[in-house]
């Protein structure tokens, strides 16, 4: 469809531009071209992403996300309700939370978690050039002998920026090289040559909180790991880690941090806390419920300030120098609260769909939060803003993708009423817009076995295409008054999708069965289609601790789609785990014993059989020892357990 | 997105950043707004030994050269490595053995620790001049007021820089401009409007007495060439205040009788724009300072438009 003249892949590609403009202007000092930046993405997302009604619609759905998401500027607009001072109010109304909720939550071209690490590469790549071009500065500025600006303020002078915000944008950069590094394995001398650049300005930069979040952020990570994958490996990221802490903390034993130790008065934490003391004296004179209004959060408070004796803040009318107690001056407990309940919000979503990049990012914000009024200048507000907001859309779209295909629960899974093309359909949209999606199938065999088994059952319900393979999960939708549209066999599906492959250019990487069943498969479809689709291939026998190696691998064969033929629950925990290591693969899928069917290992059931839902009872002939279990058993159960649904017994 | 749209992107914006620099860099660094390849020595003061440095103060121990170093020059200080720091100062006061200048700023950095041993040079280094499109007469009450009078001349420079300000008295930042007397021996004496300049601005921080008034009705109806712009003295709570209603209306008849005057209008709440006390005696507040800067670029945008 064309709106103004412009294509749907035109605007696609303009949209992401748009993303990236605001994210790479961010850095430099001129702060107005940022400004322009966020103006065009608002502009283009209004008028030209998509017809207005369907964009109203979008906002109409996802309005609780939006609502979440733009809590700074709703709780500003309705701290003017007992304000008396309309100019200053209208100052600080953070209009960018609503601005970049509406248009990452209604906006037609998702974003996915591999759009997300692109913004940060270029984030990152911006704060480089930046941090390049204010030494070059300061260097020219010496050799001119116009004085020596290598040094904490006098730096954040050549910057354009406040240092200890530009120290934020170098965690942030600094966290996002690490996790990626962590990830990729690869052309790791160029994240070791980027994070030392970044330390190095860091450095110049002598933040003490700078050091403080990054040495918080690596130590959680140890924690994280252990909570998330209960297993610490002592492998090289580890010790790394351990090492990365120790070098951190020797930091504060250079010179620059000896000088902000020990002759920067204003910046110590016996200053801060006399400041903080203020602060607080300042928010109990007011309304405790409700603060003083998004207009006189900070009348009176240069009185407090020559009360405590705090003369450098009274002249320079410091702000509160913490988030936290700003929120409590401008909406009090009530405000406080809220603005707490949105980072719960950001921090839990990352940790349920594990994504480490998104906990850690946000430690490090919370904990600039403690030393710094982080939303009360233009770059902390749109760095936080920006990058949350975006990964807030995201991680809430999966289960928007969920919602959006009609999904009906049989006993204790969903399962997407798709019929095979339309699966097909889905999977194609989401490859060409770059999304990751996780495929699963679930028979009765796979329900039955999900009542006891609660990790898989996280995994399947959790992935984002759930389609039935089993008849009998047809039957008992049926039986259940939720009828699915049809089976859509795992096999099938897969062949269907090496073909879409083929016409599409994609890639694959076949991974499981034997090594010589998985040779036969690849060798099979690079003579019927081409040897191009085959992004590689591996065995499925591997020991726990070549899980990560082995998905890095994948990820790194810039494969668009994975199929994993192991059997159940192995497949699904194993692409569950490594989700965000495969975060670059559109789509993955588990095939089961499907490599052998291809490789003629196994024979199918004949046609009519399939169509009569008999498949099992051929699968039950050809194998009856290892399969009576499955089949005699697991259906006895799942018939049992869909009564039991339908009577409620 | 592509290499090269990133590449150019990120191009784009470097030229941006460098170009708003090379443009605008004497916000963040004032120093850049002086022509330091046309610096001159106007006199090597030799060896000293420095007593106090602050922000806005280079104290020395005394010695006789020292006294002569006008406030219209600049003193290069050069430490033992031969490091240079630049100091400008308003006013110097002598006391027993040591001689402070004060009401100063350093044009680069201000040295980080105490000095000792120094040698002091006396040097001019002028504005540099480009982009000037407008001259403009600066004439002002007194050159000793601290506050929004100091940096009133550059504020205005910085937010319109085609400002060009003439006078025979150079300011803490090098602009030039003319004091003003407004008694009646003082005014016949001192008052000289510089012939060059398009516009002539006019800044009395002081609540004119009735004798007073003679000179501003002669210093406003003696240019008919220039546009003028004037200033009326905004109210206090005082036993004042009548003065400067006369003072006002003065001003008013004399803007409704000659084009050529425009008057600044300074209105606003009791105290809000000026003050007055006893011993201060009456002063532009920093909000009244910024009223008239505003009012001034936007009436200087609007004439030569």
């Given amino acids: 469809m064309r709106l103004l003249g412009i294509t749907k892949t035109e605007k696609k590609k303009l949209y992401f531009w748009l993303c990236a403009f605001v994210a790479m202007t961010l850095p430099f000092p001129k702060l107005s071209f940022n400004s322009f930046a966020i103006i065009l993405l608002g502009i283009f997302s209004v008028f030209l992403q998509q017809p207005f009604l369907a964009k109203t619609k ?32 209208t100052t600080n109304l953070k209009p960018t939370f609503l601005i970049f909720s509406i248009v990452f939550f209604s906006s037609s071209e998702k974003l996915s978690l591999s759009d997300l690490s692109k913004l940060l590469d270029l984030f990152t790549i911006s704060v480089i050039t930046a941090s390049i071009l204010a030494v070059g500065k300061a260097v020219w500025l010496d050799v001119q002998g116009l004085g020596k600006y290598y ?42 040559v980027a994070m030392a650049f970044l330390g190095l300005v860091l450095y110049l930069l002598s933040s003490k909180m700078s050091i403080i979040a990054l040495i918080v952020v690596l130590a959680s990570s140890f924690l994280l790991e252990i909570y998330l994958y209960k297993n610490v490996k002592t492998n090289l990221w580890s010790r790394t880690k351990l090492a990365g802490i120790l070098l951190l903390c020797l930091i504060f034993l250079t010179p620059n941090f000896q000088k902000r130790l020990t002759s920067e008065k204003a910046s110590n934490f016996e200053e801060r806390l006399e400041l903080w003391e203020a602060v607080f004296n300042k928010y109990q004179q007011g309304s405790i419920i409700f603060g003083a209004g998004t207009g006189d959060g900070r009348k009176g408070l240069v009185k407090e300030y020559q009360e405590v004796g705090y003369e450098i803040a009274a002249k320079e009318h410091y702000n509160a120098h913490n988030q936290y107690l700003e929120e409590l001056l401008f909406y009090g407990f009530f405000g406080l609260i809220i603005f707490l309940l949105q980072l719960i919000i950001f921090f839990i979503l990352p940790i349920q769909k594990k994504y480490s990049l998104g906990y850690y990012l946000l430690i490090c914000f919370m904990l600039f939060m403690m030393s710094e009024s982080i939303l009360e200048r233009h770059s902390g507000e749109i760095l936080y803003s920006y990058f949350m907001i975006i990964l807030f859309s995201i991680l809430v779209d999966n289960n928007n993708f969920i919602e959006k295909n009609d999904r009906i629960k049989v006993l204790n899974t969903y399962v997407d009423n798709l019929s095979n093309s339309e699966t097909l359909e889905l999977i194609d949209e ?26 898989l059952r996280q995994s399947v319900n959790s992935s984002d295409l759930i389609n039935a393979d089993g008849q009998a999960v047809v039957w008992a939708s049926k039986i259940l008054g939720k009828p699915l549209k049809e089976r859509v066999a795992g096999i099938d599906l897969m062949q269907n999708l090496v073909e879409m492959a083929f016409q599409n250019d994609y890639k694959i990487y076949f991974f499981g069965a034997k090594e010589e069943i998985v040779e036969a498969v690849v ?55 490594n989700k965000h290591v495969l975060s670059n693969v559109n789509f993955i899928m588990g095939v089961g014993g499907s490599f052998d069917v291809i490789a003629g290992k196994v024979r199918r059931a004949p046609k009519w059989m399939q169509k009569a839902g008999l498949e099992w009872c051929y699968r039950l002939m050809q194998e009856p020892k290892r399969m009576w279990k499955r089949y005699v058993i697991g259906n006895s159960k799942f018939i049992l357990l869909v009564l039991k649904e339908r009577f409620k017994f | 997105m592509t290499v090269k749209n990133i590449i150019l992107t990120l191009l784009t914006i470097l030229i941006v950043s460098i170009w708003d620099f090379n443009k605008k860099g004497y916000h963040e660094f004032p120093q850049l707004i002086y022509d330091w390849d046309q610096k001159r020595t106007i006199k090597d003061h030799g060896n000293t030994r420095t007593y106090k440095l602050s922000h806005n103060t280079l104290g020395l121990y005394y010695n006789r050269s020292l006294e002569s170093i006008h406030e219209n020059n600049t003193i290069e200080v050069l430490d033992e490595r031969g490091r240079p720091f630049y100091f400008r100062f308003m006013y110097k006061q002598i006391m027993d053995s040591i001689i402070e200048f ?46 929004g009078f100091k940096t009133i001349r550059k504020n205005i420079k910085f937010s319109y820089p085609k400002i060009n300000f003439l006078g025979n008295q150079k300011d803490v930042f090098g602009f030039e401009y003319s004091t003003l007397d407004i008694t009646p021996e003082g005014y016949e004496n001192n008052v000289e409007v510089p012939e060059q300049c398009e516009i002539v601005m006019i800044l009395i921080d002081k609540i004119p007495e009735d004798e007073d008034l003679e000179s501003i009705q002669k210093l406003l109806s003696a240019t008919k060439d220039k546009l003028l712009l ?31 005057i425009f008057v600044i209008d300074l209105k606003g709440g009791s105290e809000e724009l000026a003050q007055y006390d006893e011993n201060k005696g009456y002063f532009l507040t920093s909000f009244g300072y910024s009223l008239f800067k505003t009012e001034v670029i936007e009436i200087i ?4 438009d």
């Fill in chain 2, 230 to 260: 004037v200033h009326t003295w905004p109210l206090v709570e005082s036993m004042k205040a009548e003065k400067l209603e006369k003072a006002n209306n003065l001003v008013r008849k004399l803007n409704e009788k000659n084009q050529n």
């Fill in chain 1, 151 to 192: 040094f904490y303020l006098d730096f954040g002078k050549v910057l354009g920026h406040h240092p200890t915000y530009f120290a934020l944008f170098i965690c942030i950069c600094s966290i996002h090289l690490a996790v990626k590094a962590n990830r990729e394995n690869k052309l790791l001398w160029l994240y070791f």
């Fill in chain 1, 58 to 89: 979008l906002i109409k759905k996802n309005l609780h996300w939006i609502v979440i998401a733009s809590i700074p500027t709703l709780l500003a607009l309705f701290g003017l309700l007992w304000t008396e001072d309309y100019p200053s109010a």
């Fill in chain 1, 430 to 455: 989401a490859i060409k817009e770059r999304k990751h999606i996780h495929h699963v199938v679930v028979n009765a065999s796979k329900i039955v076995s999900m009542q006891t088994d609660l990790r």
């Fill in chain 2, 102 to 147: 004060k009401g100063g700023i350093w044009l680069t950095q201000i040295p980080k620790k105490k000095l000792g041993e120094v040698r002091l040079k006396e040097v001019d280094i002028p504005l540099i001049i480009k982009d000037h499109k407008i001259s403009v007469g600066f004439i002002g009450i007194t050159n000793d007021k601290w506050g």
């Fill in chain 1, 523 to 577: 060798k099979k479809y690079s003579k019927k289609y081409s040897e191009d689709i085959i992004a590689g291939y591996r065995n499925g026998y591997f020991k726990k601790e070549e899980e990560k190696s082995i998905a890095s691998q994948i990820r790194e064969s810039g494969a668009h789609m994975l199929f994993v033929a192991i059997s159940s629950p192995t497949k699904e925990n194993f692409l569950f785990e």
């Fill in chain 2, 301 to 304: 945008g609007n004439y030569k």
